[in-house]
Antibody, heavy 118, light 107 residues
Framework: QVQLVQSGAEVKKPGSSVNVSCKAS????????VGWVRQAPGDGLEWMGG????????VYAQKFQGRVTITVDKSTNSAYLHLSSLTSEDTAMYFC???????????WGQGTLVTVSS | DIQMTQSPSSLSASVGDRVTITCRAG??????LAWYQQKPGKAPERLIY???RLQSGVPSRFSGSGSGTEFSLTISSLQPEDFATYYC?????????FGQGTKVEVK
């Protein structure tokens, strides 16, 4: 199973965008399903979207359609989350997670705290 | 989307207690269900996959059961390190959906 290390905490202004990276080691990330899950303060886990090799293209939760872009770069063995038009409601911990085949997420990054504040 | 209804939302228990958490799926998901433990400020850790298979390295006091729409996670004898929040996740149908979580607190 790959190990995942995410980029550091971010502080953003409302209306701006954020990029979060997730670097894999111990295997080629392109062979795994990669998902992004967020957790607002005091709340539960929410799947935002992911890349499934079998699908050939990213899949996004309807809630984030139009604001989120998820990519995997084979050259850096990393996944990336781009979220635009940030509001205070996007203040949360963002996790990347990996799954093999059609399985559940086993490997998780350590999380990246994104704070949106004016 | 498949709704996952997890109960209870919280419970108070003592070391040594037997604890059971349930998840109900809005439609049949076979055995495509996992259970996670999350401690404050940390990423979730998978305890159970395929509804009943114990993740390598996870103590045997954790067990999972169920299929279709009804699932449960049982901790046979609660230990101090088990006080945490637990989530179920269905990955049968996209999008994957989590239960609301169960916080296990000290009585």
């Amino acid at each position: 199973q790959v190990q995942l290390v995410q980029s550091g905490a971010e502080v953003k202004k409302p209306g701006s965008s954020v990029n979060v990276s997730c670097k894999a080691s111990g295997g080629a990330l392109s062979y795994y399903e990669v998902g992004w899950v967020r957790q607002a303060p005091g709340d539960g886990l929410e799947w935002m979207g992911g890349i499934v090799p079998a699908f050939g293209a990213p899949v996004y939760a309807q809630k984030f359609q139009g604001r989120v872009t998820i990519t995997v770069d084979k050259s850096t063995n990393s996944a990336y989350l781009h979220l635009s038009s940030l509001t205070s409601e996007d203040t949360a911990m963002y996790f990347c997670a990996s799954a093999m085949g059609s399985g559940s997420f086993r490997g998780w990054g350590q999380g990246t705290l994104v704070t949106v504040s004016s | 989307d498949i709704q996952m209804t997890q109960s209870p939302s919280s419970l108070s228990a003592s070391v040594g207690d037997r604890v059971t958490i349930t998840c109900r799926a809005g439609q049949g998901i076979g055995n495509d269900l996992a259970w996670y433990q999350q401690k404050p400020g940390k990423a979730p850790e998978r305890l159970i996959y395929a509804a009943s298979r114990l993740q390598s390295g996870v103590p045997s006091r954790f067990s999972g059961s169920g299929s279709g729409t009804e699932f449960s996670l049982t901790i046979s004898s609660l230990q101090p390190e088990d006080f945490a929040t637990y989530y179920c996740l269905q990955h049968s149908t996209y999008p994957p959906t989590f239960g609301q979580g169960t916080k296990v607190e000290v009585k």
